[in-house]
């Protein structure tokens, strides 16, 4: 039986989708269109994010070792290859340029990157991702994907393993003995969310190439994390080839070459035209560079931050250069060690820490929940009650560690539209970070000190942000931001509320305003009932009302109003009380007649056969 939580997830953004009870009839544009969808979440889509491939010139012997894996594929070793390295080593800009290199060569790639620092880490979309880039590459496969699709909705919201099975090796098998080789190309692996579905990916792969007449090649990247080589070691040693990135003679010199690279690019920057001239002509000496690659230990990460803080702009690059060799001078045991100086020394430039600190807090914690957002910073401003244009001052000194699109100094509300859709369209994420280092740096109270924040305090506020905007609806006046704030605050206040944890003490302020805020308010009430995420957020409201079962009568009140939709026999009471709220939904939810009463038919249609109690996750 399918449960009526996976059959409305599966048609959340499909389009041209005819009834014929019993039977559901998806038009194949429908099909690759959400497939799309879920692409976006984990491919690179612009320019500004996609990953840098390594510098011409470095990783000779990484990727020589890569392309000898490509041409050899009918030696041992040749089915699956993985490349590992410490934190901030360049396995993404191996990955990028591997990627890059073979589709250049008229291979057939696809390829995934996982990334903990855009939220990009959900293993659900990993293959649909996956089949979406086969789908397109490839005609066979496109037509072969749509009708799995098509005969089996519920492929897509099924496991990992039939997934796997179903949209990429079916197709791949059913394709013929001439079909080419297909590339799976996985980054960042370790950021996957749990070791669990991580060694369930390894484990998938491990099965599949165990039939060499599938066309498939695997390329994985990761850390060398514990699990994932106990995992590894469990396949056969001839299946498997292995590239590591680590510090030796090769990895300082290419990071030698990168510094000179970098700081050419100081010296010919119109920015730096004055402080260069005064700089003597051999700036920077030997001397100091050779401070910095023993500083960097092959870490291209710490080279990357230093050449950005060295660069930015508004600054003076000798001083900065300076500064940074006599903070660099005492000894670090370790690599990381190295690592988290440099970054203590970048925010200890914050000119406000108390602001920056719930700047950085506040945006990672959005992260978490929302992977793709173009207005982040200025819904972050509402949330957190600062003026228009506090964040991006707060982090003006932080631009090594993070990227930030200049248009968030622009003002969003007297812009035309034209210019408004413009800075959609280049600011698809105006502010990410760099490197995922950063975060567990900054999110480890043994690592960060003063600098530390906190995970739970960061979602705590965040969750507070929410519940007062959307209390605050009818008080505040109309607006282009505050409606996108609103629209934020009633889609994810509940994922806050839960990432806080449970602790009395600390989360007494989110206990009073929970208990303050009227669940069942008009406008609440409308968007969480014809939201299509209603079945989670349900689920979310029964976990969040065991913090304080005395006091948190507005979440059971709505708990109690919504839980018979899930309940059998309810159909009636689930038809009449859905479209009473919906008659009354004045332009809140953006939900049309049509995919409504498509998402009523989903569910009774699964109430047929349902189990009590079956729909609702404990």
């Known amino acids: 039986m399918t449960s009526p939580s996976s059959d409305i997830h599966l048609f959340n953004n499909l389009q041209n989708v005819i009834l014929n009870q019993p039977v559901v009839n998806i038009d194949a544009n429908s099909v690759i269109r959400y497939l799309y969808e879920a692409t976006l979440k984990y491919t690179s889509i612009s320019q500004q994010e996609a990953p840098s491939a390594v510098l011409p010139g470095t990783r000779k012997t990484a990727l020589q070792e890569i392309d000898d894996w490509r041409d050899n594929e009918h030696e041992p070793g040749s089915a699956f290859m993985w490349l590992t390295g410490s934190a901030g080593s360049g396995k993404t800009a191996v990955t990028q340029t591997v990627s890059e290199k073979f589709r250049a060569q008229g291979l057939l790639v696809v390829n995934c990157f996982f990334s903990r620092s855009s939220a990009r880490t959900d293993p659900k979309y990993l293959f649909l991702s996956l089949a979406y880039q086969l789908a397109i590459a490839n005609q066979l496969m496109k037509a072969s994907i749509e009708a799995i699709i098509q005969s089996n909705p519920s492929v897509v919201d099924a496991t990992l393993e039939m997934q796997f099975r179903r949209l990429i090796l079916d197709p791949i098998a059913s394709a013929g003995e001439n079909f080419p080789t297909v590339f799976i190309i996985i980054d960042g692996l370790d950021e996957c969310n749990g070791e669990d579905n991580q060694v369930q990916i390894i484990r998938l792969i491990q099965y599949t190439i165990q039939d060499p007449s599938l066309p498939i090649r695997f390329f994985v990247a990761s850390r060398p994390e514990l699990w994932i ?117 970048i925010l200890s430039k914050a000119v406000d820490w108390e602001l920056t600190s719930a700047v950085l807090g506040g945006r990672a914690a959005m992260l978490s929940v929302r992977p793709l957002d173009r207005e982040g910073l200025s819904i972050l401003e509402i949330l957190l009650d600062l003026r228009p244009g506090d964040a991006h001052r707060a982090l003006r000194s ?157 979440i059971k009140d709505v708990r109690n109003k919504v839980e018979p939709l899930g309940v059998p026999g309810q159909r009636h009471f689930l038809s009449t009380e859905m479209s009473s709220w919906m008659n009354h939904q004045q332009g809140v939810s953006s939900i049309s007649f049509p995919k409504l009463r498509l998402k009523l038919w989903i569910l009774n249609r699964s109430m047929d056969d349902a189990q009590e109690g079956r729909f609702l996750p404990a």
Not at 268 to 290: G, R, V
Not at 301 to 307: D, G, L, P
Not at 425 to 435: D, L, S, V
Request: proline share 4%; aromatic share 12%; glycine share 2%.
């Open 229 to 345: 080589q106990n995992t590894l070691s469990s396949c056969s040693a001839p299946s498997l080839a292995t590239v590591t990135l680590s510090q030796d003679k090769e990895s300082d010199s290419d990071i030698s070459f990168f510094y000179a690279f970098e700081f050419k690019r100081i010296h010919e920057d119109p920015e730096h035209a004055d402080s260069i001239a005064a700089a003597p002509p051999s700036w920077p000496s030997e001397k100091d560079l050779q401070k910095l690659v023993q500083a960097a230990s092959g870490q291209f990460i710490y080279a990357k931050t230093v050449t950005r803080h060295i660069a930015e702009h508004g600054h003076n690059p000798l001083e900065r250069l300076e500064t940074l060799l006599k903070h660099s001078s005492h000894s670090q045991s370790t690599p990381l060690d190295r690592l988290d100086a440099l970054y203590t020394h």
């Open 398 to 554: 932080l631009h090594s560690i993070l990227f930030v699109h200049h248009s968030l100094a622009a003002d969003r509300e007297t812009m035309s539209n034209e210019d408004y859709r413009r800075i959609l369209h280049e600011a698809q994420r105006p502010i990410r970070f760099y490197h995922k280092s950063f975060l567990d740096f900054l999110q480890n109270r043994q690592r960060a000190g003063t600098f530390f924040v906190g995970k739970e305090e960061s979602h705590r506020q965040i969750a507070l942000g929410c519940l007062n905007t959307l209390q605050n609806v009818g008080s505040k006046p109309p607006s282009r931001l505050f409606s996108m704030a609103w629209k934020y605050a009633s889609w994810f206040w509940h994922e806050h509320c839960l990432y806080t944890g449970y602790q009395a003490s600390s989360n007494r302020p989110l206990l009073e305003a929970l208990n303050r805020f009227s669940l069942t308010s008009h406008y609440f009430l409308e968007w969480k009932i014809t939201d299509e995420a209603m079945w989670s957020k349900l689920a979310s409201l029964r976990r969040i009302e065991k913090w304080n079962e005395n006091t948190l009568d507005s």
